[in-house]
Protein backbone atom coordinates (compact mmCIF):
# COMPACT_ATOMS: atom_id res chain seq x y z
CA UNK A 1 0.00 0.00 0.00
CA UNK A 2 3.03 2.14 1.14
CA UNK A 3 4.29 1.64 -2.07
CA UNK A 4 1.68 2.45 -4.31
CA UNK A 5 1.28 5.66 -2.52
CA UNK A 6 4.75 6.43 -3.09
CA UNK A 7 4.67 5.61 -6.73
CA UNK A 8 1.53 7.91 -6.93
CA UNK A 9 3.63 10.83 -5.67
CA UNK A 10 6.32 10.50 -7.92
CA UNK A 11 4.07 10.30 -10.63
CA UNK A 12 2.35 13.17 -10.24
CA UNK A 13 5.17 14.96 -9.09
CA UNK A 14 6.87 13.95 -12.70
CA UNK A 15 3.85 15.22 -14.44
CA UNK A 16 4.10 18.74 -12.52
CA UNK A 17 7.83 18.93 -13.25
CA UNK A 18 6.94 17.91 -16.73
CA UNK A 19 4.36 20.84 -16.64
CA UNK A 20 6.83 23.16 -15.21
CA UNK A 21 9.54 22.33 -17.60
CA UNK A 22 7.13 22.66 -21.09
CA UNK A 23 5.49 26.54 -19.03
CA UNK A 24 9.30 27.44 -18.62
CA UNK A 25 9.98 26.62 -22.33
CA UNK A 26 7.09 28.03 -23.92
CA UNK A 27 8.63 31.55 -24.27
CA UNK A 28 11.46 30.39 -25.96
CA UNK A 29 9.37 27.53 -28.56
CA UNK A 30 6.90 30.89 -29.12
CA UNK A 31 10.13 32.80 -30.03
CA UNK A 32 11.64 29.86 -32.79
CA UNK A 33 8.26 29.44 -34.08
CA UNK A 34 7.82 32.96 -35.03
CA UNK A 35 11.51 33.26 -36.03
CA UNK A 36 11.52 30.42 -38.05
CA UNK A 37 7.56 31.29 -39.54
CA UNK A 38 9.16 34.91 -40.43
CA UNK A 39 12.10 33.72 -42.19
CA UNK A 40 9.64 31.20 -44.27
CA UNK A 41 7.53 34.16 -45.44
CA UNK A 42 10.85 36.59 -45.94
CA UNK A 43 11.81 32.92 -48.76
CA UNK A 44 8.50 33.02 -49.94
CA UNK A 45 8.41 36.47 -50.66
CA UNK A 46 12.20 36.43 -52.43
CA UNK A 47 12.23 33.24 -54.45
CA UNK A 48 8.64 33.01 -55.65
CA UNK A 49 9.11 36.03 -58.00
CA UNK A 50 11.92 34.10 -59.67
CA UNK A 51 10.37 30.97 -59.51
CA UNK A 52 7.35 32.65 -61.59
CA UNK A 53 10.07 34.04 -63.96
CA UNK A 54 12.00 30.39 -64.44
CA UNK A 55 7.73 28.72 -65.00
CA UNK A 56 6.93 32.02 -67.58
CA UNK A 57 10.45 30.86 -69.51
CA UNK A 58 9.28 27.34 -69.72
CA UNK A 59 5.54 28.11 -70.83
CA UNK A 60 4.18 28.75 -73.51
CA UNK A 61 3.81 32.39 -75.18
CA UNK A 62 0.57 32.09 -75.84
CA UNK A 63 -0.61 30.81 -73.11
CA UNK A 64 1.39 33.21 -70.97
CA UNK A 65 -0.63 36.35 -72.79
CA UNK A 66 -3.60 35.11 -70.13
CA UNK A 67 -1.75 36.51 -67.51
CA UNK A 68 -1.79 35.29 -64.13
CA UNK A 69 0.68 33.82 -61.30
CA UNK A 70 1.94 30.65 -62.49
CA UNK A 71 3.18 28.22 -59.81
CA UNK A 72 3.94 25.08 -62.89
CA UNK A 73 4.11 25.55 -66.72
CA UNK A 74 0.27 25.31 -67.99
CA UNK A 75 1.91 24.41 -71.61
CA UNK A 76 5.06 23.32 -71.49
CA UNK A 77 7.65 24.28 -74.40
CA UNK A 78 11.06 25.09 -74.04
CA UNK A 79 10.93 26.91 -77.29
CA UNK A 80 12.43 30.25 -75.97
CA UNK A 81 15.35 28.23 -74.71
CA UNK A 82 15.82 27.26 -78.24
CA UNK A 83 14.98 30.48 -80.07
CA UNK A 84 18.12 32.32 -77.55
CA UNK A 85 20.70 29.53 -77.41
CA UNK A 86 20.43 28.53 -81.05
CA UNK A 87 21.47 32.14 -81.85
CA UNK A 88 25.19 32.26 -82.93
CA UNK A 89 26.69 34.76 -80.96
CA UNK A 90 25.93 32.86 -77.59
CA UNK A 91 28.74 30.96 -77.22
CA UNK A 92 31.04 33.03 -78.83
CA UNK A 93 30.12 35.55 -76.01
CA UNK A 94 30.08 32.93 -73.41
CA UNK A 95 33.63 31.97 -74.22
CA UNK A 96 34.46 35.83 -73.56
CA UNK A 97 32.36 35.77 -70.16
CA UNK A 98 34.19 33.20 -69.12
CA UNK A 99 37.82 34.25 -69.77
CA UNK A 100 37.07 37.44 -68.62
CA UNK A 101 35.63 35.88 -64.98
CA UNK A 102 38.77 33.27 -65.24
CA UNK A 103 41.14 36.84 -65.53
CA UNK A 104 39.36 38.87 -64.29
CA UNK A 105 38.57 37.78 -60.07
CA UNK A 106 42.40 36.34 -59.72
CA UNK A 107 44.07 40.55 -61.00
CA UNK A 108 41.18 41.96 -58.74
CA UNK A 109 41.62 39.72 -55.75
CA UNK A 110 45.35 40.21 -55.93
CA UNK A 111 45.20 43.89 -56.52
CA UNK A 112 42.75 44.04 -53.35
CA UNK A 113 45.04 42.03 -50.91
CA UNK A 114 48.21 44.04 -51.87
CA UNK A 115 46.37 47.48 -51.14
CA UNK A 116 44.33 46.33 -48.85
CA UNK A 117 47.33 44.82 -47.08
CA UNK A 118 49.30 48.10 -46.95
CA UNK A 119 46.73 50.33 -45.94
CA UNK A 120 46.51 47.63 -42.25
CA UNK A 121 49.94 48.79 -41.83
CA UNK A 122 49.97 51.22 -39.03
CA UNK A 123 53.76 52.64 -40.26
CA UNK A 124 52.40 53.50 -43.27
CA UNK A 125 53.25 57.35 -44.36
CA UNK A 126 49.97 59.41 -45.07
CA UNK A 127 47.83 55.97 -44.38
CA UNK A 128 44.54 58.01 -43.39
CA UNK A 129 44.88 60.03 -45.85
CA UNK A 130 45.39 57.81 -48.75
CA UNK A 131 42.37 55.94 -47.13
CA UNK A 132 40.44 59.00 -47.04
CA UNK A 133 41.12 59.13 -50.97
CA UNK A 134 39.79 55.91 -51.79
CA UNK A 135 36.63 56.19 -50.07
CA UNK A 136 36.00 59.62 -51.89
CA UNK A 137 36.08 57.39 -54.98
CA UNK A 138 33.25 55.27 -53.52
CA UNK A 139 30.82 58.81 -53.64
CA UNK A 140 32.12 60.54 -56.31
CA UNK A 141 33.63 59.68 -60.33
CA UNK A 142 34.42 61.68 -63.21
CA UNK A 143 31.42 60.46 -65.21
CA UNK A 144 30.94 58.68 -68.28
CA UNK A 145 32.46 60.80 -71.09
CA UNK A 146 35.78 61.47 -68.77
CA UNK A 147 36.24 57.68 -68.58
CA UNK A 148 35.55 56.60 -71.98
CA UNK A 149 38.27 59.47 -72.52
CA UNK A 150 40.53 57.34 -70.38
CA UNK A 151 40.17 54.18 -71.78
CA UNK A 152 40.63 55.90 -74.89
CA UNK A 153 43.69 57.00 -74.54
CA UNK A 154 45.17 53.67 -72.74
CA UNK A 155 44.13 51.97 -76.14
CA UNK A 156 41.51 49.81 -74.53
CA UNK A 157 38.73 50.41 -77.25
CA UNK A 158 38.03 47.37 -78.88
CA UNK A 159 40.49 45.36 -76.78
CA UNK A 160 39.67 42.08 -73.86
CA UNK A 161 41.77 43.79 -71.46
CA UNK A 162 38.88 46.84 -71.22
CA UNK A 163 36.96 44.69 -68.96
CA UNK A 164 39.80 43.81 -66.66
CA UNK A 165 42.26 46.89 -66.45
CA UNK A 166 39.14 49.43 -65.52
CA UNK A 167 37.58 47.67 -62.79
CA UNK A 168 40.79 45.99 -60.99
CA UNK A 169 40.39 48.50 -57.87
CA UNK A 170 37.02 49.13 -55.87
CA UNK A 171 37.21 50.95 -53.03
CA UNK A 172 34.75 48.90 -50.79
CA UNK A 173 36.50 45.67 -51.19
CA UNK A 174 39.98 47.03 -49.90
CA UNK A 175 38.45 48.58 -46.96
CA UNK A 176 36.69 45.17 -46.19
CA UNK A 177 39.38 43.03 -46.67
CA UNK A 178 41.71 46.11 -44.93
CA UNK A 179 39.15 46.11 -41.71
CA UNK A 180 39.92 42.24 -42.01
CA UNK A 181 43.22 42.19 -41.86
CA UNK A 182 43.56 45.11 -38.94
CA UNK A 183 41.47 42.35 -36.50
CA UNK A 184 44.10 39.94 -36.89
CA UNK A 185 46.38 40.02 -33.48
CA UNK A 186 49.55 41.87 -34.30
CA UNK A 187 51.65 39.53 -32.42
CA UNK A 188 51.31 36.86 -35.75
CA UNK A 189 53.21 39.54 -37.68
CA UNK A 190 55.47 40.47 -34.96
CA UNK A 191 56.73 37.10 -34.84
CA UNK A 192 57.04 36.18 -38.51
CA UNK A 193 59.77 39.55 -38.43
CA UNK A 194 61.44 38.80 -35.56
CA UNK A 195 62.40 35.27 -37.37
CA UNK A 196 63.29 37.63 -40.70
CA UNK A 197 60.38 37.07 -42.46
CA UNK A 198 59.70 40.02 -45.09
CA UNK A 199 56.37 42.09 -45.54
CA UNK A 200 55.60 38.94 -48.74
CA UNK A 201 56.38 36.53 -46.83
CA UNK A 202 54.28 37.77 -43.95
CA UNK A 203 51.89 38.61 -46.05
CA UNK A 204 51.52 34.80 -48.23
CA UNK A 205 52.88 32.67 -45.32
CA UNK A 206 50.97 34.05 -42.25
CA UNK A 207 48.37 36.60 -43.45
CA UNK A 208 46.26 35.07 -46.13
CA UNK A 209 45.99 31.25 -44.77
CA UNK A 210 43.91 33.16 -41.94
CA UNK A 211 41.88 35.33 -44.67
CA UNK A 212 40.04 32.56 -46.55
CA UNK A 213 36.13 34.23 -45.55
CA UNK A 214 37.01 37.55 -46.36
CA UNK A 215 38.94 36.41 -49.64
CA UNK A 216 36.38 34.20 -50.71
CA UNK A 217 33.52 37.03 -50.30
CA UNK A 218 35.87 39.34 -52.59
CA UNK A 219 35.71 36.14 -55.15
CA UNK A 220 32.01 35.94 -54.94
CA UNK A 221 31.32 39.63 -55.37
CA UNK A 222 34.47 40.03 -58.04
CA UNK A 223 32.60 36.85 -59.70
CA UNK A 224 29.25 38.53 -59.65
CA UNK A 225 30.54 41.91 -61.51
CA UNK A 226 32.69 40.14 -64.00
CA UNK A 227 29.82 37.26 -64.72
CA UNK A 228 26.88 40.04 -65.28
CA UNK A 229 28.65 43.38 -66.55
CA UNK A 230 27.39 44.45 -69.99
CA UNK A 231 27.13 48.30 -69.83
CA UNK A 232 31.14 48.23 -70.51
CA UNK A 233 31.03 45.38 -73.05
CA UNK A 234 28.12 47.90 -74.66
CA UNK A 235 30.09 51.45 -74.48
CA UNK A 236 33.90 50.80 -75.21
CA UNK A 237 33.36 47.22 -77.21
CA UNK A 238 31.67 47.52 -81.24
CA UNK A 239 33.56 43.60 -82.48
CA UNK A 240 30.75 40.92 -82.21
CA UNK A 241 33.24 38.90 -80.94
CA UNK A 242 34.08 40.70 -77.85
CA UNK A 243 30.64 41.02 -76.60
CA UNK A 244 29.99 39.27 -73.03
CA UNK A 245 26.80 37.07 -72.84
CA UNK A 246 24.79 39.52 -70.93
CA UNK A 247 25.73 42.21 -74.06
CA UNK A 248 24.49 39.38 -76.06
CA UNK A 249 21.25 39.08 -74.18
CA UNK A 250 20.24 42.12 -74.11
CA UNK A 251 20.26 42.28 -77.84
CA UNK A 252 18.76 39.33 -77.83
CA UNK A 253 15.92 40.64 -76.07
CA UNK A 254 15.66 44.18 -78.04
CA UNK A 255 15.23 42.40 -81.06
CA UNK A 256 12.54 40.83 -79.87
CA UNK A 257 10.70 43.67 -78.06
CA UNK A 258 11.24 45.38 -81.57
CA UNK A 259 9.29 42.41 -83.20
CA UNK A 260 6.70 43.09 -81.02
CA UNK A 261 6.26 46.85 -82.12
CA UNK A 262 6.22 45.86 -86.00
CA UNK A 263 3.11 45.92 -87.98
CA UNK A 264 0.58 43.00 -88.45
CA UNK A 265 1.58 42.46 -91.85
CA UNK A 266 5.23 41.93 -90.69
CA UNK A 267 4.51 39.84 -87.78
CA UNK A 268 3.08 37.45 -90.01
CA UNK A 269 5.98 37.47 -92.59
CA UNK A 270 8.83 36.59 -89.92
CA UNK A 271 5.55 33.85 -88.07
CA UNK A 272 7.17 31.22 -90.33
CA UNK A 273 11.17 31.74 -89.82
CA UNK A 274 10.81 31.74 -85.96
CA UNK A 275 9.80 29.46 -82.91
CA UNK A 276 5.89 30.90 -81.26
CA UNK A 277 7.81 32.98 -78.75
CA UNK A 278 7.11 36.65 -77.28
CA UNK A 279 9.17 38.92 -75.44
CA UNK A 280 7.76 37.75 -72.76
CA UNK A 281 8.73 34.38 -72.27
CA UNK A 282 12.51 35.88 -74.07
CA UNK A 283 12.97 38.49 -71.20
CA UNK A 284 12.28 35.17 -68.44
CA UNK A 285 14.19 33.12 -70.51
CA UNK A 286 17.35 35.40 -70.73
CA UNK A 287 17.51 36.23 -67.21
CA UNK A 288 17.31 32.50 -65.99
CA UNK A 289 19.79 32.25 -68.74
CA UNK A 290 21.83 35.02 -67.35
CA UNK A 291 21.42 33.97 -63.83
CA UNK A 292 21.71 30.70 -63.01
CA UNK A 293 25.18 30.11 -63.67
CA UNK A 294 26.46 32.59 -60.77
CA UNK A 295 24.06 31.08 -58.49
CA UNK A 296 25.10 27.63 -59.04
CA UNK A 297 28.34 29.34 -56.94
CA UNK A 298 26.75 30.89 -54.47
CA UNK A 299 26.35 27.71 -52.37
CA UNK A 300 29.93 26.59 -52.60
CA UNK A 301 30.96 30.24 -50.71
CA UNK A 302 27.73 30.55 -48.54
CA UNK A 303 29.74 30.24 -45.52
CA UNK A 304 32.54 32.10 -46.31
CA UNK A 305 30.80 35.26 -47.48
CA UNK A 306 28.38 35.09 -44.41
CA UNK A 307 31.65 34.85 -41.95
CA UNK A 308 34.25 37.13 -44.15
CA UNK A 309 31.06 40.18 -44.21
CA UNK A 310 30.72 39.42 -40.36
CA UNK A 311 34.18 39.96 -39.24
CA UNK A 312 35.27 42.18 -41.68
CA UNK A 313 32.31 44.54 -40.32
CA UNK A 314 33.69 44.09 -36.74
CA UNK A 315 35.91 47.51 -36.61
CA UNK A 316 35.29 51.00 -38.51
Given at each position: ????????????????????????????????IFVYGFLL?????????????????????????RGGFLLWPRAFTIDSYVAV???????PALRVTF?????????????????????????LPGRRPLTLFFIFTMYFSGGLIPSYMVVRSLGLIDNFWVFIFP????????????????????????????DGASDFAVLFRVILPLCLPVLA????????????????????TFKQELKTLPAILVQILNQFQMGDMLSTSQQMAQEARRLPVSSETIRMTVTIVATVPIILVYPF??????????LGAVKG
Open positions: MAMSMKKQLSGKKSIRENVLTIKKRAPGICGDAVFIVTFMPFWNIFVLSLNDANDSLMRDARIFLRTLVGVPLTLMVTVLLAYALSQRTGLFNAFWVILVRTYLEGLPDELVESAKLTITLFAAIHHWNSWYDSHIYLQRFLIKGMM
